[in-house]
């Protein structure tokens, strides 16, 4: 074969083989030798590479694919430009850096694709430019002018600094990575040499040698697979980097130009036949790979899975977690039929469902080898197996699914504090009971219900003993609803009982005054007895609605009116009284025409010592008209309370009470102390002081003879300014008692920063002292704490004689009740009180008190 005389480096062909090297292809075309430039035979094999390859890599997501397809275009590329006609006089030098550098970019894009797949693509892409652009600058420096050998050097330098970086970065550890630094290192000796002694075309051999080798090392490491096609292609990077150095050894043994000019292109073929055979490889090793993860995927899976014949119902196959699932051992399960993991009941609706099997999910019970019966979810699709049409299914137990599915609806449908229906299931019966009262002719209640001044059990127990509180109320309630009924939470304190199948609004009466007895007795939480009571409002379909919002409302009107009430009552909204007598709006209007009109009056209920003598009276507020009266001072004061009254009503008392007390001074009657009710609302008004200081002195009262009594409940409000109001009023010598003591929850810290003078024993503990030993513990405890904080003791409720003694013998020296006296016109208090009559002999109860206390008593 001829060889060229070796040109200079500028004559290279496209490849990097120098134009000495250039051959002239030998092809038998007609029984003749025929020459063919090497450059057009390489071109049409290369174009049909890479089509075929572009071809074969077209649906793979694999970027290194892509990314070789590319380098194949690139080198392709720079075969194109060193075309003939574009060789001519003037663009030679251009041709020809950009032949070389087109097929180093290529080499870079080579050898980028081994690195890591979870390198960026802008990485990928800016590492490329790194390498590439030094080599680009010192091959076209050399290929235009050797002159600027110390610019040349400083750009190799740079380069290897480069190549250095990223094989820390970018190859992984061990030998390539020393393999890698081991050619850089010899690289940038040979480049220096070749920069050193002018000769350019052994700067270009020695940076596509040193490209190609890094990519036969880079390659051998990257794949885990050890298949034919790698190791040609790494077989082809080497002889393709390891032909320019050889090249570099025609100068010395020109007939080494010959072997060149025969294999010059035969690397090129090898690297893209062996990543041509990478593909088929690697698709070959995925199908593989699938089906063995299939396999694993059915015997391994923590679900049943097995295969039956759909004719027999006997089973074909089955992973282990089919067999341990139902209790058998797999050699055991795979002598079964389906009919033997079915309940016996179940076989009939089996064999229905065998002849018509469908896919998708299905809902079966089974049975296990201990008897025990399940339900699973089946996940069934035809199958072949063994070359018969089957059946394979997917097992998953649902039982416990089932179970937290129910735990679920039941927390969705129930309060979790007291275990009772929740709004959203009370609405739900609530619909069913309407509809079927509604096709029976029957009568269904709805009673809302609502706790009586609970704010003040969490503000003085804390929300702990509230919650628990709730808790009792809810068991309360619990034990008069029928199991027909439903009792549900629908608000913080407040509960509502749905009763269907009545005929008549009596059995919803019943059931109203059944609820309030539940809660007759106080709840006994860990360490504390706590007396509530609820509020109730009853409303009936259909005498009060024929829609379910309708009964509703006029259930919560009713509660609202029995809270006004003062609570502790049931109303229904059909009573003729609650919806005129009892009316709060009739009652405020009747109010405030009273203040006007004068339709007020007090009466005086007297309070006697242990003698049986008058010591203090307690004006009482009541209506003169016949409205007033009738509903009551229990009616009228929560009203006046509610929509701000209370104001004018407790001026009024106060004014009427200090102008009865100056009468009787002016007529020269025996003076004694006065006690006058006032609330929270009143207490905190501004003007407050002043006006009870203003009043006393408008009728030479002195402040040492009025009592202002306040409701343990009433200090559940703004404690610092009442505590401050008081503390002016006493100073100026007002006293102050706390009324129904032992029911408000009032704690002993906020009693002593209080200036209270007197303790009432509320009256529902007097009453059962002579029944109940809880009660006679309390009333002790009043009393000795009482003697303590030196307060005076009063006892409410006196019914009895027998009271007085058991107060006598427990401490207590004054009381206030029916079978003493009850309240009194000023007229009969004067006939009664001012005559000197006692209201009781006390010799009688000499042996019920210390002799000396009584004496000292009598005496003073």
Known sequence: MPVRVRAPYAGSDSLGLPANLQVIGIVFVSGKLVQVEANLFDLALLSVLILFFGILQSHRSQREYRMWLVAWIVVMASMLVYSPALRSTGWQMVTECMRVDLLVLGGLVFLLSFVEQQTSRNRLIRDIALLWVPCCVLLNLLSISVAYPWLCVAVILAGETVVMYLAEQLVPEGLPRQLIRLEGLLGTVALLVAVWSGNPSMALSVVLAEVFIACAILLSVSRNSDGAGKWTSVSGFVAWGVLYAIYQMTDIWPSVSIVLGHTWSLPKYMVGFGMILMVVEDDTERISSLSEEYRLLYESNPHPMFIFDPATARFLSANDAAAAAYGYKLEEFLTMTLFDIRPTEDHQKLALELAQLHGGRQIWRHRRKNGEVFEVEITGHDVSFGGTKARFSMCIDITERERLNRELIYSAQHDVLTGLANRLLLEERAQQALAR???????????????????????????????????????????????????????????????????????????????LGTLVKPLTLSDNEIAVSVSIGV????????????????????????????????????????????????????????????????????????????????????????YLRKVGPGAFIPVAEESGLIVSLGRWVLEEACRQMADWRERNLPVFDFAVNISARQLVQADYTDSVLQTLERYGIPPALLHLELTETTLMGDFSAMARIMKRLSEAGVLFSIDDFGTGYSSLARLSELPISTLKIDRSFVMKLLESEAAVGIVRAIVNMSRHLRLEVVAEGVERPEHIKLLLALGCHKFQGFYLSRPLSPEALEAAAFAGDTAFDPSPFRGYVPVEDLDAIVSA
């Open 539 to 626: 409303a009936v379909y259909p005498d009060d609605g024929a829609d379910l919002e309708t009964i509703r409302k006029r259930s919560d009107k009713a509660l609202y009116a029995a809270k006004r009430m003062g609570g502790g009552r049931a109303l229904m909204t059909t009573d003729e009284q609650a919806g005129e007598e009892e009316s709060a709006v009739n009652i405020e209007s009747a109010l405030r025409d009273a203040l006007q009109t004068g339709g007020l009056e007090l009466v005086y209920q007297p309070i006697f010592d242990a003698t049986g003598r008058f010591a203090r009276v307690e004006a009482l507020v009541r209506g003169r008209g016949d």
């Open 437 to 515: 009262a509604a096709r029976d002719g029957s009568k269904m209640a709805i009673l809302t219900i609502d706790v009586d001044r609970f704010k003040q059990v969490n503000d003085t127990y804390g929300h702990m003993v509230g919650d628990e509180c709730l808790k009792g109320i809810a068991a309360r309630l619990m034990t008069r609803v029928r199991e027909a009924d439903t009792l549900a939470r629908t608000g913080g304190e407040e509960f509502t009982v749905l009763i269907g199948g009545l005929t008549s609004t009596r059995g919803a009466q019943a059931a109203a005054a059944s609820l």
